[in-house]
């Protein structure tokens, strides 16, 4: 009996030895939570797969579609509730450092210490990638959301010009409903529609106000007789869009404009990534302009790449992730397809097209004059309770639940105290 048992014990702790080697062994796969599923996105990402196989890394998606992100992060609120952490996940803003202050995000100081992200990643990013003195995200990119993207040969057609004011915009809408054409590209999803009305704020208002109402949450701002304006503006552009926009996804947004179904879409530089992956030139097949009245600023968000504290094995993986993420020939080679703009400062505009480069300049001149702003419905001008209550107030005003720009501001001041 006792050697039996010393036998059996003998077994155990092979079979405990064999696991723990197990264990040990470094997990060669990437599992991303993201919600780039359009052509386009996949196609940028496609350019991150390509550079972790050659470090003899897997990829394993985990695709939950939905421009603007809230599908995704609803799955990732129960993988993390189970305990089944992703390597990363695709995030915006203020959800990573929600996370972060829920304990649950990794720590990639090491290697962020090692390769000089400090020096290379713009502060306004740091604020959402550093957490409590920890690197626990990866910059993907800035994008920037007060842009018009114009159909080149429908603009030719109606003898438009690019609009400088807000009533220029008006006047080339009109000449697209005119000659009918549908003048504006949307699709009705709260995300959509609270982006667009970003840069109406931004135009109607000026970069001090946007501050003041869209960053500070200033109540002052948030109830004045500019942001009223702002909401007439909205009001006034929202009868360009064609009778089915209601529900409609972005990306079908921006092929209406590819097609010449449509003039104009208002929307992030993730535009332009549809155009690219349809083979479409910049100035020859389609133009890219700031918003009316919002030269000289940027309203910006940035995929980042949250890291969660995965066990060890997984770490050297998301070590691997990390640092292609933020490697300069990645950071080029990708939001040349994306549509952004890179997430460090020392990468050369030469591969970019006139819109990239143009989007590198303005991300510079913004950041150097103090006018690079959170975009509100972006995740990056408030936490999420309060830009979710800001959405579904833009959304109501859209759709007819509210009626008048006076009970708008109300029910979006009531809306941001309650979210507080």
Known sequence: ????????????????????????????????????????????LNVLKGDLSKEGFAWKDVPVAGGGGDAAMTALKAMVAAGTYPTASQMLGYTVLDYAAAGVMGDLTETAVKEGWDKSVPAALQKFSVYDGKWVAAPVNVHSVNWLWINKAVMDKIGGT??????????LLDKAKAAGVIPLALGGQNWQEATMFDSIVLSTGGPEFYKKAFNDLDEESLKS?????????????????????????????????????????????????????AKKTPDTDFLCYRFPGTDGSVIYNSDMFGMFNVPDNQKAAQVALATATLSKSFQSAFNVVKGSV??????????????????????????????????????????PAIANAYKDVVSKFVHGQIKTSDEAVTELVKAIDDAR
């Open 342 to 383: 890179p997430a460090r400062t020392d990468v050369p505009d030469t591969d970019f097209d006139a819109c990239g480069k143009k989007g590198i300049a303005d991300l510079k001149a913004a950041n150097d004059g103090g006018t690079l702003f959170g975009s509100l419905a972006q995740g990056y001008g408030a936490p």
């Open 225 to 277: 007789d500019t942001m009223k304006k702002s909401f007439d503006n909205l009001a006034t552009i929202i009868k360009y869009v064609d009778p089915n926009f209601s529900g409609r996804d972005w990306n079908l947004a921006t092929a209406m404009v590819i097609k010449g179904d449509a003039l104009v879409q208002v929307m992030g530089d993730w535009a332009k990534g549809e155009f690219v992956a």
């Open 162 to 171: 690019q609009p400088k004011t807000f009533d220029d915009l008006i006047a």
């Open 1 to 44: 009996m006792r050697k039996f048992m010393t036998t059996t014990a003998m077994a155990a702790l092979m079979l405990a030895g064999c696991g723990l080697a197990a264990q040990a062994e470094d997990v060669k796969e990437v599992q991303m939570l993201h919600w780039w599923t359009s052509g386009g996105e996949a196609a940028a």
